[in-house]
C-alpha cells in the first residue's frame, strides 16, 4: 500500500490545526496543544490508513479508533467533521458549551464516531487491549478457520496515547496483558511530545518506556520528527510505520512518535502553557499567519479541503465496504448457523433456553451464592456460546470458570492447569484488577459478547474508575464480587468490605446485586443479562447460607415469594401471618436469613413482621410507585435494614423512625460466626432493632 499525501492533504491538516485553536479560543478553555500538533496524524488513520464508514458508525467491519488522550477532543472532533460523520462547524463553535455535541472529553453514545468515552488519563489505551480481545474472540466465535487477514472479522483497533497515559498504572497492568495475549490486532501511536501540564515530564517522568514495552512483548518502533534538529512532520516515515505494525500479527505495536506540542504555535510550542488553556489573541493570530490562513477569520475551512476530505473518505467507505461485503456474504452462504448465531448477537437478544437452563437449588440446603453463582455461569454458558469472562487469579474464590472451555490466551502459555487456545471463553487477567474492569469494559463496547471479570468485592476498590466509566457510559459490563462481608472471616480487616456496598451504589447508573440465597442468584443472572442498561455488579458470599424454602409455607402459615421476583430489585420475601405487617425487616445477600429468623422470633411474641429481600435497589427504584408502596407500605413506618456494611443510604428505605442493623467500623481476623456476633449481626440484635423502631 503506497501513501498518496497532495497539497490538498497538507491544507486539511492546518485547517484542522486552526480549527482546533479557533475552538478553544472561543469557548475560552480547553486543550489545543495537541491537537495542534496531532492534527496530521489523526488525519493520515481518517482519511488513509482506517477502514471505516462516515454514513454508518455502528458497521461491524470496521477498525477502531481510540483516543486515548482525551483531553484532547479537538483531535477527533476535528476528523469527525472533516470524514462527514455528522459534525458541523457549529458543532466545533460550541466545543464544552451545553448541549453540543463536543464535550470537553469525547462521549460514547453522544458523538456519533465515538467508540469510547476516554476521560481519566490511561482508560483508553487500557480498553482498547479489550476491543483488541474482543475482536479476536469474535472472530472464533463466528469464523475461526478462514486463514488471518482474509475475513470479514478481521480488523484493527489504533490508538492514539500520550505521556499522561504511559504514567497511569492502569496501562501498564493492561500492556502486561496484550503482549502476553500477542494482539496483533492492536496499534498504538503514542505521541511522546513530553509536555504535561506541569510543563516538562521529565520532572516526574524519565524511564525508558521503549524498553519496558519490549519485555511487555510488544513491537516497537520509534518515529522522531524533532531527529535532524529541524522538526519534520514526515507523514510518509509514519506511515511505513504503521504498514509494518500491522504486518507484525504476534504481537501488539507501539509506534513511539516524537512531537513537539503545538507545532507551529510560534511562541507557545514546546511548552505547557499550550498543553490546556486557549493560545490567546496574539499567538492564534501567529499560529495562522505561519500556516498562511487570515489571521482575521475564524473557523475558516476553504470550500475544496471540505469537500476532498468529505468526498475522499467516502470513496474509501465504499470501497471498504464492497470488499468486506463480498467476505461477508461469502462467510454468511458457507455459515449458515454461524450466520444465525451473529444476527443474534448483533440483535443482543439472548438465546430462548437461557430462562429454562437456569439450575433450581433445593430448599433446606445450605449454598455459598459464590458457588451458587458457577453453577448458574456454568448452565447459562451452555446455552449461550457469546457468554465469556473470568477473574483476576481468583478463579477457584470466585467460581468464573466455565467448565471444560479453553482459556483465551496463546497455547504456547498453557499450563497443567489451563488449555490455552487464541479463541477460549475462560479469561485471565492475573492480579490486575484495575485492567481488568477498564478491558472488559473494552469487549463490550467493540461488540454484543457478553463478559464477566471477577475478583473480591474490596477489591472493587481497584477497579473503581473503570466501573463508573461502565456507569457513565451505560454499557453492560458486569462485575462479579464475591467474599462480600465480614463474613469471610480470617483475612481480617484489609480484605473485608464494609463501605464498599454503599459507595458502588452510589455510583448513578451502577446495578448493584446482591442475592439472598441460592436461587436469587441464578434470577439474578438472568436479569442481569437480560439488560443492557448499563453494568451490574454482583455481591457474593463466602459462606455458606440457606436456601430458602420457595412456595412453601413456614409454621406461621406464610409462604416464601418466588425467586422470580429479584427482577424486581425488592419484593416481600415472606409476609406477615395475617398480611397486616406492623413491622418490615429489609435486608440483603447473608443477612436475609437472620431476618428470616428474626421474624419467627417476633412472630412468636405476638409481632406482625413482613421481610422484604432487597437483591437490587437499583432495580427497585425503576419500579412503579404502585409497587414500591406495595412492598414498603407507607402507613408503615416501623422499619428495620439488616446489611453487614455500613447503613449509609438505607434512611431512604427505613425512614426516620427506622433502625438499621449494621456495621460502622472495619473488620477483624476471626472466623464469620465469632465476626457476626461480635458485631452485632445477629438474630438478636434484629429483634430488638424491630421492637425499638416499634416503639417511636
Request: proline share 5%.
Amino acid at each position: 500500500m503506497s501513501l498518496i499525501w497532495d497539497n490538498i492533504d497538507s491544507k486539511a491538516v492546518d485547517t484542522a490545526r486552526v480549527l482546533a485553536a479557533d475552538a478553544v479560543e472561543k469557548v475560552g478553555n480547553g486543550h489545543p496543544g495537541t491537537a495542534i500538533s496531532l492534527a496530521p496524524v489523526a488525519y493520515l488513520l481518517f482519511q488513509k490508513v482506517m477502514c471505516h464508514d462516515p454514513k454508518d458508525d455502528r458497521w461491524s467491519g470496521r477498525d477502531r479508533f481510540i483516543l486515548s488522550v482525551g483531553h484532547s477532543s479537538l483531535t477527533i472532533y476535528n476528523q469527525l467533521y472533516l470524514a462527514g460523520y455528522g459534525l458541523e462547524l457549529d458543532d466545533l463553535k460550541a466545543l464544552r458549551t451545553w448541549d453540543s455535541l463536543t464535550p470537553g472529553h469525547p462521549e460514547y453514545g453522544h458523538t456519533k464516531g465515538v467508540e469510547i468515552t476516554t476521560g481519566p488519563l490511561g482508560q483508553g489505551l487500557a480498553s482498547a487491549t479489550g476491543f483488541a480481545y474482543a475482536a479476536r474472540f469474535e472472530r472464533g466465535l463466528f469464523d475461526p478457520e478462514t486463514p488471518a487477514g482474509e475475513s470479514a472479522f478481521d480488523h484493527f483497533i489504533y490508538v492514539i496515547a500520550g505521556d499522561g497515559d504511559m504514567q497511569e498504572g492502569v496501562t501498564s497492568e493492561a500492556a502486561s496483558l496484550a503482549g502476553h495475549q500477542q494482539l496483533g490486532n492492536l496499534v498504538v501511536i503514542y505521541d511522546s511530545n513530553q509536555i504535561s501540564i506541569e510543563d516538562d515530564t521529565n520532572i516526574a517522568f524519565t524511564e525508558d518506556l521503549t524498553a519496558r514495552y519490549q519485555s511487555y512483548g510488544w513491537h516497537t518502533q520509534t518515529v522522531d520528527w524533532k531527529k535532524t534538529g529541524n522538526y519534520h512532520e514526515d507523514i510518509q516515515e509514519l506511515f511505513e510505520a504503521i504498514q509494518r505494525a500491522k504486518a507484525v500479527t504476534d504481537k501488539p505495536s507501539l509506534i513511539t512518535l516524537r512531537t513537539i506540542i503545538g507545532w507551529p504555535s510560534p511562541k507557545k510550542q514546546n511548552t505547557g502553557k499550550i498543553h490546556g488553556s486557549a493560545l490567546g489573541a496574539e499567538e492564534l493570530a501567529g499560529l495562522k499567519t505561519t500556516l498562511g490562513f487570515d489571521p482575521e477569520k475564524t473557523f475558516d475551512v476553504s470550500p475544496d479541503v471540505i469537500k476532498h476530505t468529505r468526498e475522499n473518505a467516502a470513496t474509501r467507505a465504499l470501497e471498504h465496504r464492497s470488499k468486506w461485503q463480498e467476505r461477508f456474504d461469502f462467510w454468511a452462504k458457507n455459515n449458515p448457523e454461524k450466520k444465525a448465531l451473529f444476527e443474534r448477537v448483533q440483535s443482543g437478544e439472548l438465546p430462548v433456553e437461557v430462562a429454562s437452563s437456569l439450575p433450581t437449588f433445593e430448599s433446606g440446603t445450605e449454598v455459598s451464592t459464590r458457588s451458587a453463582s458457577g453453577k448458574v455461569l456454568n448452565a447459562i454458558a451452555k446455552v449461550m456460546p457469546e457468554l465469556w469472562g473470568g477473574s483476576a487469579d481468583l478463579a477457584e474464590s470466585n467460581n468464573t470458570t466455565i467448565d471444560g472451555a479453553k482459556s483465551f490466551v496463546p497455547a504456547k502459555w498453557s499450563t497443567q492447569e489451563w488449555s490455552g487456545d487464541p479463541y477460549g471463553r475462560v479469561l485471565h487477567f492475573g492480579i490486575r484488577e484495575h485492567a481488568m474492569g477498564a478491558i472488559i469494559n473494552g469487549i463490550v463496547l467493540h461488540g454484543n459478547t457478553r463478559v464477566y471479570g471477577g475478583t473480591f468485592l474490596i477489591f472493587s476498590d481497584y477497579m473503581r474508575p473503570a466501573v463508573r466509566l461502565a456507569a457513565l457510559m451505560k454499557v453492560p459490563s458486569i462485575f462479579v464480587w464475591t467474599h462480600d462481608s465480614v463474613a469471610l472471616g480470617e483475612d481480617g480487616p484489609t480484605h473485608q468490605p464494609i463501605e464498599q456496598l454503599a459507595t458502588l451504589r452510589a455510583i448513578p447508573g451502577l446495578d448493584m446485586v446482591r442475592p439472598g440465597d441460592a436461587n436469587e442468584v441464578a434470577f439474578a443472572w438472568l436479569n442481569m443479562l437480560q439488560r443492557r442498561k448499563g453494568p451490574a455488579g454482583i455481591a457474593l458470599t463466602r459462606q455458606n447460607i440457606p436456601v430458602f424454602p420457595r412456595g412453601i409455607a413456614d409454621e406461621t402459615g406464610a409462604v416464601f415469594a418466588s425467586a422470580e421476583l429479584v427482577a424486581k430489585g425488592a419484593y416481600v420475601l415472606v409476609d406477615a401471618s395475617n398480611g397486616e405487617p406492623e413491622v418490615i425487616l429489609i435486608a440483603t445477600g447473608s443477612e436475609v436469613q437472620l431476618a428470616v429468623n428474626a421474624r419467627k422470633e417476633l412472630e412468636a411474641s405476638g409481632i406482625k413482621t413482613r421481610v422484604v429481600s432487597a437483591p437490587c435497589l437499583e432495580w427497585f427504584e425503576e419500579q412503579p410507585q404502585s409497587y414500591k408502596d406495595e412492598v414498603l407500605p407507607p402507613a408503615i413506618s416501623a422499619r428495620v435494614s439488616v446489611e453487614a456494611g455500613l447503613a449509609l443510604g438505607w434512611s431512604k428505605y427505613i425512614g426516620a423512625d427506622g433502625q438499621s442493623v449494621s456495621i460502622e467500623h472495619f473488620g477483624a481476623s476471626a472466623d464469620y460466626k465469632t465476626l457476626f456476633t461480635k458485631f452485632g449481626m445477629t438474630v438478636d440484635a434484629v429483634v430488638a432493632a424491630a421492637k425499638k423502631t416499634l416503639q417511636k
